[in-house]
């Protein structure tokens, strides 16, 4: 593996909120299976399961269309105070309602809202991680942490008010973070994307297009797998809270360290082998104990939503619409709720094993046959001395779209940082964000240092042309 390049900056800060906001999101998660257990029969709260994750995929969505329909920033932080304040209701409502219809409303309200902040998390960690050295370690070594802590507070602390008052608080510091003292930019409105030329443009659509055909897939093989062996073979009996889960941390990591090998190059097709093992331990299960079938079973399921969560994350940014695509893997929980719903009413052994493979062999041939490749760069032109001078550039230095256009800004005009960022739309803060990561790419130091390299760049280019 290349070395990789993990600093104590902005990402790094990105990946420890991250980890707190899976934490909470892990919690509430907790919260409402119990709520839906004190209030329902067995067969009840396992559907009701599957409708409060697939409200998290909803909640997803809900914050793509916030950041479309309310683009300034007043209305975004208004926004986020009433739906932080609905959600700390909603966990008390789970807590304190003697009513099942409040209980069961409360629950499924705070599934929706905490989709909706982690829709504004993964967008700006596919902004702020956007194809850096680490970046996918870093995101599958944060998630394996975020569940490792997940299973020492149920398993340590199983009181459901010791796991509110520690939800509470948590949701205190995420509050102060974003609210009060907002070191992520969450209501910014970071720069637009860049178009690189149409071909390009079709490249990233059909990229999307072959990675949510696989997403399905690969959502539908895992609903089958969690339903059938939960409902069907272990009746029912399983704690999804046994160390087995430790499992899907490793998969998490595993899957994040195969996205920094060859630069993602063989990323897809790792990411699909780490499925063969549950599809073998489904074949093979009543030779199996069931310690053995649940840490497989976990494992592919961290490798499949590492894959899943990285993949559109990656694309995200090449795309027109960063913020509906960033959490988009999340969304297919509202898919996986309804397939849930088929499956649990019937579905044989053999129907199962069947469907499965079918499920592996399509999404196979959609990964290698149809190019999937998350990780794709613009490919050089053999005329590239033909090109524009600052996309040459830019290409030359690995500046992504935004940095361009933070570049261009800085070239063609001698205004200062402020009217700078007041012309992009952006603060200060995230505008120097851009400016320190372009110096960092060009090997400068000051604004003239980088106007200097670039004009030097160009005269080399020029130079090696005529040759």
Partial sequence: MSKMEIKWDGRMKLILFYILFYFVNAVTISLENDTFRRWMTSEEASVMHYIAVGMVGAGTLLFALSRRLFPKVGERRVIMAVLILTYILGILG???????????????MAGI?????????????????????GSS????????????LQYILWN????????????????VIVTYKILIKPELDFFENPLPFAKEDAGWERTVRKQLILLIIVALCYETYFCLSDVYLV???FKGTINSYAWPLLLRAVGFLCCGLFAELRKGKYFTVLAFCGLLPNLLASLSMRGLSSGVILS????????QECFLALSFMALAVRSKHTEIWAGFAKVFYLYEAGWAFWVNKELGEKEFMAIQILLLILSLLVCVMG??????RPQESKRQEKRDPLESFAMQKGLTPREKEVLLELLNSEDNMKELAARLFLSERVLYRYVKSIHEKTGTSSRAGLVKEYYESRIQSDVNADK
């Fill in 231 to 233: 409902q069907a073979f």
């Fill in 113 to 133: 809202l905490s989709g909706f902040l982690g829709g504004a998390v993964y967008y700006f960690l596919a902004i702020m991680l956007e194809g850096k050295r």
């Fill in 371 to 376: 190019g999937l490749d998350v990780f794709l």
């Fill in 137 to 148: 370690f870093l995101f599958g070594a944060g998630t394996g942490i975020g569940i490792l």
């Fill in 94 to 108: 789970m807590l304190l309602s003697i009513h099942r219809i409040g209980a069961i409303t409360c629950a499924v």
């Fill in 296 to 303: 497989v079973f976990y494992f592919s399921v961290g490798v």
């Fill in 156 to 171: 340590t602390l199983k009181l459901k008010w010791v796991m509110a008052g520690i939800l509470l608080i948590l949701f």
